[in-house]
């Protein structure tokens, strides 16, 4: 399985960025879908998980201005930021986790995209 992820960038604070991570190749069952961030000299933490029922999840100090979303269909999940503020910035990574047909699960990371909240 292979993750791509974009929308990433520089955007001042109160700004607006949505994210994508799309996953490829042999898929029998996606469970989970979600997003994590690592700020420099900080360690990764999980921003936002979404399951396959739509049931979703936030870190206390994303909540009411993050949103995650998936499509089925496109094995993608987006992350809508809205209201960003400078302690936002961090590299953003998406990660999966996918049963295979014995119903093990195994997760999966993308690259990670910088998002960058500065004025």
């Known amino acids: 399985v292979q993750l791509q992820a974009s929308g990433g960038g520089l955007v001042q604070p109160g700004g607006s960025l949505r994210l994508s991570c799309a996953a490829s190749?042999?898929?029998?069952?996606?469970?989970?879908m979600g997003w994590y961030r690592q700020a420099p000299g900080r360690q990764r933490e999980l921003v936002t998980v979404i399951a396959s029922s739509g049931v979703t999840d936030y870190l206390d100090s994303v909540k009411g201005r993050f949103t995650v979303s998936r499509d089925n269909a496109q094995n993608t999940v987006y992350l809508q930021m809205n209201s960003l503020r400078p302690e936002d910035t961090a590299v953003y990574y998406c990660?999966?986790?996918?049963?295979?047909?014995?119903?093990?699960?195994?997760?999966?990371w993308g690259q990670g995209t910088q998002v960058t909240v500065s004025s």
């Open positions: 190749g042999t898929i029998f069952s996606m469970r989970d």
């Open positions: 990660n999966v986790q996918v049963a295979n047909r014995f119903g093990r699960i195994i997760g999966y």
